[in-house]
């Protein structure tokens, strides 16, 4: 006989789907940058075609309170030759947000699994645009990220 579901077990995606419904993105703020060219070892790599580039992603959930949480996106990017010996491009930064729950008081576990899921697609966007921008101003051809983290 198959086991049965615990009521909590269903009721979790509709808790989960509410929780969305009643969040709001109150602020958003660059909290650290910084960003490390060579200039001439990346041309050379880049010349050879023999460079390739790491991205990493970091979503933490900082803070819940009742009404609010708070949460900190960290990204990475490396530009590198394939033996990963140099990396004559580093851009580092960090995004804040500060999220307002209209819906109901703000559960630990509701607000990490959305700092864990779909807060990538909230401030991935941010990121793209900041290495876009940042790279340009370099005056090196701009670095076009994915649309998603996962491409």
């Not at 602020?27 to 041309?43: I, K, P, T």
């Amino acid at each position: 006989m198959p086991e049965k579901k615990s009521s909590h077990t269903r009721r979790e995606p509709e808790e989960y789907a509410e929780f969305l419904r009643g969040i709001r993105l109150i602020g958003l703020a660059l909290a650290s940058c910084s960003a490390n060219l060579e200039r001439g070892a990346y041309f050379e790599l880049s010349g050879k075609k023999k460079s390739t580039r790491n991205i990493t992603a970091d979503y933490e959930l900082v803070e819940v309170q009742k009404e609010f949480f708070d949460v900190m996106a960290k990204f990475r990017l490396a530009v590198h030759d394939k033996s990963q010996t140099s990396k004559p491009l580093t851009i580092e930064c960090s995004f804040a947000g500060h999220f307002h729950s209209s819906t109901s008081e703000v559960r630990r576990e509701l607000a990490d699994r959305f700092t864990q899921s779909e807060l990538r697609l909230i401030l991935w966007p941010y990121f793209r645009e900041l290495v876009s921008n940042l790279t340009a101003k370099m005056s090196i051809p701009p670095i076009l990220i994915p649309l998603s983290a996962g491409e």
